[in-house]
């Protein structure tokens, strides 16, 4: 607990005495600093001057700097380096360019004396600690090796084939290399030469013999396999690298070979040679995994799934048409779930052919996901034939767009993937998991790809239209009653279920606009099941979705039945407004929260549905906005609604007696739009005597906005002088009363008419003064005119300031 000083006097002291405590742990610190540095300048002057006794301590030396005489071992290995390549391009050109000009006994004995030597000068060198030359020369001698075999055959034996006699010569030189490493432990690079040079002799040899491809692959394979024995129980890193590396390129190009064969292949027993190749490369595989670190073990598994996958699934592949293709190849991956559980595999193996199951069966979903997408849509044609009768088959619905795939082996294979993730979700639960995470996820996707499927096996499998729409409706009843059982479901599932079944409804909804009768029914059934939702269902966000489905259900309705009575748009839209009015009327007597806000949101919206379709029709248009306007009048009724609600009442109405007068042909609207002010603004009057702090907007707006707007609006398209000139003095006189008052209502509607008045009575003297000046005048005067805004900038937005305040404190 934190001490507090009681009175200021003991605050005092506490601070002396952590004052008192800083200086003493600075004056240490600056003591250590000294003696450090003292330190520092001795040992630099003990390197700089050193005597003749004195002897560095065994296994220690003073670091060189970048300017010491000795040079750094970087600038050693570069020299190395470059003196290595000058004699190897040394050598290459003697081999290419001076072979010819010496005899037989001549040749001989240049390649022996210089090969012996090169072979034989890193051994002196390394007795005298010369490693990095030691290596340097090795390397030369390596590349005189293989120089030798070149003019070795030039020479001797010119007409051998060239694949047989490098697959010989590469044998030899990586036995030779072997030796020569193992001989000379200290040398890093002959090893590696040898590993590289071993991975040649089989694969050159089958070449030679003109053997297939399947057998060149096979030859790869078993050099990849050669290799596992240096890359696990070789003692240098550079060995095992340089054998993990070659393994792995073998054997991935082996892999390619097998996977290019399976799939040329056209029967099984065209398919089972690759087959064999690629399941001996899945067992290599493993073999590198088995004792491999972690992450190398992880890989091994995983490309071994691979192969066994790719050669599994050619020969099945083979036996069915392509469209049930992608299944075999998906069965295939799920084989390898109970073979990951084995115990005796080492995990990160297993975590491997996990991986490679999880990604061929995430490519299977891709693969399939486009026709499956084709058929889920398939039922959009049918908007521009509503109504056109009911089709014998689903698939009749598309009409001329029939793109929807021909095949039962896509949502077959939708349908697999979601049992594949509904077993891990149930083992993963089984295992102790919580059902969040990886858990989740999986029976989420479980429900999506099974949601999916449904839709796509009936249109694939063409079955009856009545058949269809039953069976869709039942999938969103389903898909509504897993979203409800939160918290038995997970709530991943639950949001996965509540999408599945909107998307679902869509489906189902444009199905049914084949038919006026399957249209009412199908909608019907969805409104009470989106309703059923919305009311059992705990979670915020899923009622809220619930709710507005319900409502947009209720549009749909609405609309259907101005269409079968043949309304035409306009007189529709008054239909339409019966689904805001029962979302009114039933704010008030719901009692969560929750679901009142999604469901007066939704109301909102198909009023502004009703008022797109009205649009067209100017007295159904202010019909329609005066019936808005008595539904958010009547939504204004409730305390907690009241100052939305009430201002979006006023501007409805005020819209509607616009609308009204111009679809009247009222020029001069002041004749209807006086009284309403008049009376307006004395209601406004009587409000404010009452109740002191009520707004000006609330008390004077709407009655002054009744006339001024409207008359603003004639007075822009009358060629008179009479009309702007009352407009200009009626606004001027409504301005100074807010001035006087402090009303900021009056204030702002009346400056802001009486402005664009005069700015329209000015627009033309405006623009005769500017095509008078010259073209330069009007850049030049906008220059000056920021110069002196930017000069005076701050006493401006003092000003501004200072007007918003001040109208800030009107009402």
């Not at 071992?73 to 290459?92: D, F, R, S």
């Not at 049930?324 to 115990?343: D, F, G, N, Q, T």
């Not at 400056?751 to 003064?769: S, T, Y």
Request: proline residues 6%; charged residues 10%; aromatic residues 6%.
């Amino acid at each position: 607990m934190t001490y507090k000083p009681s009175s200021p006097a003991e605050e005092l002291v506490l601070l002396d005495r952590e004052l008192v405590r800083l200086d003493a742990r600075r004056a240490q610190l600056l003591r250590r600093r000294a003696w450090l540095t003292a330190a520092l300048h001795a040992q630099r002057a003990r390197y700089a001057r050193p005597s003749r006794d004195a002897r560095p301590a065994p296994g220690w030396a003073p670091p060189a700097g970048p300017g010491t005489a000795s040079g750094s071992p970087g600038a050693q290995h570069v020299l190395l380096v470059l003196g290595g390549l000058l004699l190897a391009v040394a050598a290459i050109a003697f081999t290419l360019f001076s072979w010819g000009e010496m005899g037989i006994a001549g040749r001989a004995t240049v390649l022996a004396a210089v090969t012996a030597a090169a072979l034989a000068a890193p051994v002196p060198l390394l007795r005298r600690g010369l490693v990095a030359t030691a290596e340097s020369v090795a390397a030369v001698a390596l590349l005189l090796t293989v120089l030798d075999a070149y003019a070795l055959r030039a020479a001797v034996v010119p007409e051998t084939d060239g694949a047989g006699y490098a697959a010989l010569a590469a044998g030899v030189l990586a036995a030779g290399w072997t030796v020569y490493g193992l001989g000379l432990g200290r040398l890093r690079l002959p090893l590696p030469a040898a590993v590289v040079a071993g991975q040649f002799p089989l694969v050159l040899g089958v070449w030679a013999a003109d053997g297939s491809a399947l057998l060149i692959g096979w030859a790869l394979l078993a050099t990849a396999a050669g290799g596992v024995l240096p890359a696990v129980r070789a003692r240098g890193l550079a060995v095992r690298i340089t054998a993990w590396t070659a393994a792995g390129s073998s054997w991935g190009a082996g892999l390619l070979i097998g996977v290019g064969q399976s799939l040329r292949a056209n029967g099984a027993s065209d398919a089972a040679g690759p087959g064999a190749l690629l399941l001996a490369a899945a067992v290599v595989a493993l073999a590198f995994g088995w004792r491999a670190t972690r992450e190398a073990a992880v890989t091994g598994g995983a490309v071994a799934g691979l192969a066994a996958v790719a050669g599994v699934g050619g020969v099945l592949r083979t036996e069915v048409t392509w469209s049930w293709a992608v299944l075999a190849y998906l069965l295939c991956a799920a084989a390898l779930v109970p073979v990951s559980r084995i115990k005796a595999v080492p995990r990160p193996v297993r975590t491997g052919l996990l991986g490679t199951s999880a990604a061929v069966t995430g490519v299977s979903v891709l693969a399939v996901l486009p026709a499956a997408s084709v058929a889920v849509v398939a039922p959009f044609p049918v908007v521009t034939g509503v109504w056109s009768g009911a089709p014998r088959g689903v698939r009749d619905v598309a009409g001329a767009a029939g793109a929807w795939p021909d095949a039962v082996s896509v949502p077959v294979v939708l349908l697999v993937v979601a049992v594949l993730l509904a077993a891990a979700y149930a083992s993963l639960v089984q295992a102790g998991r919580p059902r969040t995470g990886w858990p989740t996820v999986a029976g989420a996707c479980a429900l999506g790809l099974a949601a999916t499927a449904v839709p796509v096996l009936l249109m694939t499998a063409d079955v009856p239209y009545a058949v269809a729409l039953a069976v869709d409706a039942l999938l969103v009843a389903a898909l509504l009653a897993v979203a409800v059982a939160v918290p038995r479901v997970p709530r991943g599932a639950a949001g996965t279920a509540l999408g599945c079944a909107a998307a679902g409804a869509v489906h189902t909804g444009l199905l049914a606009l084949a038919a006026e009768p399957a249209t009412y029914a199908v909608l019907g059934v969805l409104l009470v099941l989106f309703a059923g939702a919305a009311a059992r269902t705990e979670a915020v966000a899923d009622r809220a979705v619930a709710v507005v489905l319900a409502v947009l259900c209720a549009l749909a309705l609405a609309l259907a039945a101005g269409a079968s009575l043949g309304l035409g748009a306009p007189r529709t839209a008054v239909v339409v407004l019966a689904v805001p009015a029962v979302a009114v009327g039933l704010g008030p007597a719901l009692r969560v929260p929750t679901a009142v806000v999604p469901l007066e949101a939704a109301g909102a919206f198909c009023a502004v549905v009703a008022c797109g379709l009205s649009v067209t029709d100017g007295p159904y248009l202010a019909l329609v906005l005066a019936l808005c306007g008595v539904l958010a009048a009547a939504t204004a009724v409730r305390p907690e609604r009241r100052p939305a609600s009430g201002w979006v009442a006023a501007v409805l109405f005020t819209l509607a007696a616009w609308v009204g007068l111009g679809a009247l042909g009222v020029t001069h609207p002041e004749a209807y739009t006086l009284p309403v002010s008049a009376l307006a603004c004395a209601v406004g009057h009587l409000r404010r005597r009452t109740d002191p702090q009520a707004s000006s907007w609330v008390a004077y707006g709407p009655g002054l906005a009744v006339t001024l707007v409207p008359s603003l609006l004639a007075a822009w398209v009358d060629p008179h002088w009479q009309r702007p000139l009352l407009l200009g003095l009626a606004a001027l006189a409504v301005t100074l009363t807010g001035a006087v008052h402090r009303l900021q209502a009056p204030l702002l509607l009346g400056g802001g008419v009486l402005a664009l008045d005069a700015l329209h009575e000015l627009a033309p003297h405006v623009a005769q003064v500017l095509d008078a000046l010259p073209r330069w005048a009007v850049p030049a005067l906008a220059g000056l005119l920021l110069l002196a805004v930017g000069a005076t900038y701050e006493q401006r937005l003092r000003d501004a300031r200072r007007v918003r305040e001040r109208i800030g404190r009107m009402r």
